[in-house]
Protein backbone atom coordinates (compact mmCIF):
# COMPACT_ATOMS: atom_id res chain seq x y z
CA UNK A 1 0.00 0.00 0.00
CA UNK A 2 1.11 3.54 -0.72
CA UNK A 3 2.10 5.56 1.91
CA UNK A 4 -0.34 7.42 3.63
CA UNK A 5 -0.34 11.48 2.74
CA UNK A 6 0.94 13.80 5.03
CA UNK A 7 -0.47 15.30 7.38
CA UNK A 8 -1.10 19.33 6.96
CA UNK A 9 0.48 19.80 10.31
CA UNK A 10 3.21 17.87 8.91
CA UNK A 11 3.11 19.90 5.82
CA UNK A 12 3.31 22.68 7.73
CA UNK A 13 5.76 22.52 9.58
CA UNK A 14 7.78 21.65 6.09
CA UNK A 15 6.56 25.12 4.78
CA UNK A 16 7.50 26.43 7.34
CA UNK A 17 11.18 24.92 7.66
CA UNK A 18 11.89 25.46 4.10
CA UNK A 19 11.06 29.33 4.02
CA UNK A 20 13.16 29.43 7.51
CA UNK A 21 15.53 28.19 5.59
CA UNK A 22 15.63 30.43 2.28
CA UNK A 23 15.76 33.28 4.98
CA UNK A 24 18.79 32.02 7.15
CA UNK A 25 20.46 31.68 3.66
CA UNK A 26 19.77 34.97 2.77
CA UNK A 27 20.50 36.40 5.85
CA UNK A 28 24.40 34.46 5.57
CA UNK A 29 24.75 35.91 1.80
CA UNK A 30 23.77 39.32 3.29
CA UNK A 31 26.44 38.84 6.04
CA UNK A 32 23.86 38.88 8.74
CA UNK A 33 25.40 36.50 10.68
CA UNK A 34 23.92 36.73 14.22
CA UNK A 35 20.33 37.14 12.70
CA UNK A 36 21.31 34.12 10.38
CA UNK A 37 22.33 31.73 13.58
CA UNK A 38 18.92 32.97 15.11
CA UNK A 39 16.99 31.55 11.67
CA UNK A 40 19.03 28.23 11.51
CA UNK A 41 18.30 27.82 14.93
CA UNK A 42 14.93 28.19 14.37
CA UNK A 43 15.36 25.94 10.98
CA UNK A 44 16.42 23.20 13.61
CA UNK A 45 13.97 23.55 16.25
CA UNK A 46 11.49 23.21 13.51
CA UNK A 47 12.82 20.30 11.89
CA UNK A 48 13.45 18.68 15.76
CA UNK A 49 9.53 18.96 16.14
CA UNK A 50 8.65 17.15 13.14
CA UNK A 51 10.58 14.78 13.14
CA UNK A 52 9.35 14.03 16.76
CA UNK A 53 6.12 14.17 15.89
CA UNK A 54 6.52 11.85 12.82
CA UNK A 55 8.89 9.59 15.10
CA UNK A 56 5.43 9.52 17.34
CA UNK A 57 3.07 8.33 14.83
CA UNK A 58 5.71 5.63 13.71
CA UNK A 59 6.55 4.14 17.00
CA UNK A 60 8.49 0.69 16.80
CA UNK A 61 10.76 1.70 13.52
CA UNK A 62 14.54 1.48 13.92
CA UNK A 63 15.96 4.60 13.54
CA UNK A 64 19.76 4.87 11.96
CA UNK A 65 20.29 8.29 13.76
CA UNK A 66 21.24 9.63 10.16
CA UNK A 67 19.58 13.13 9.24
CA UNK A 68 21.03 15.00 6.94
CA UNK A 69 18.86 17.80 6.99
CA UNK A 70 19.62 18.16 10.49
CA UNK A 71 23.38 17.69 10.02
CA UNK A 72 22.72 20.49 6.77
CA UNK A 73 21.58 22.79 9.37
CA UNK A 74 23.94 22.50 12.10
CA UNK A 75 26.83 22.44 9.39
CA UNK A 76 25.18 26.04 7.90
CA UNK A 77 24.61 27.27 11.55
CA UNK A 78 28.54 26.23 12.56
CA UNK A 79 29.33 28.15 9.08
CA UNK A 80 27.61 31.54 10.52
CA UNK A 81 29.32 31.22 13.59
CA UNK A 82 32.67 30.99 11.62
CA UNK A 83 31.62 34.13 9.94
CA UNK A 84 30.68 35.80 13.23
CA UNK A 85 33.60 34.60 14.80
CA UNK A 86 32.01 32.53 17.25
CA UNK A 87 34.24 29.61 16.70
CA UNK A 88 33.77 26.92 19.73
CA UNK A 89 29.86 27.20 18.99
CA UNK A 90 30.93 26.61 15.07
CA UNK A 91 33.23 24.34 16.24
CA UNK A 92 30.56 22.26 18.00
CA UNK A 93 27.73 22.79 15.41
CA UNK A 94 30.37 20.44 13.32
CA UNK A 95 30.71 17.96 15.65
CA UNK A 96 26.68 17.72 15.64
CA UNK A 97 26.39 17.82 11.92
CA UNK A 98 29.10 15.09 11.57
CA UNK A 99 26.92 12.75 13.90
CA UNK A 100 23.77 13.41 11.64
CA UNK A 101 25.59 12.51 7.95
CA UNK A 102 26.71 9.53 6.94
CA UNK A 103 30.67 9.30 5.83
CA UNK A 104 30.11 8.85 2.17
CA UNK A 105 27.70 11.57 1.71
CA UNK A 106 30.49 14.37 0.65
CA UNK A 107 29.18 16.56 3.33
CA UNK A 108 31.14 15.84 6.28
CA UNK A 109 34.70 16.48 4.79
CA UNK A 110 33.38 20.31 4.72
CA UNK A 111 32.56 20.04 8.27
CA UNK A 112 36.07 18.76 9.62
CA UNK A 113 37.70 21.74 11.64
Same mark, same amino acid.
Given at each position: ?5 ? =?? &? #?? #? ?18 ? #? ?6 ? +? ?10 ? =? &? %? ?8 ? &? ?10 ? %??? /? #???? +? ?11 ? /? ?16
Amino acid at each position: APPAPP =SS &S #ST #SFSSKLQSLRRTAGALYTAG #SYPTAVEK +YTECIETHSSLK =S &S %NRAKDAGGAS &SGKDETLGVLHG %NRA /A #SYMM +YEMYPEAGRDCEI /AMRYLDEGSGLVGKLRV
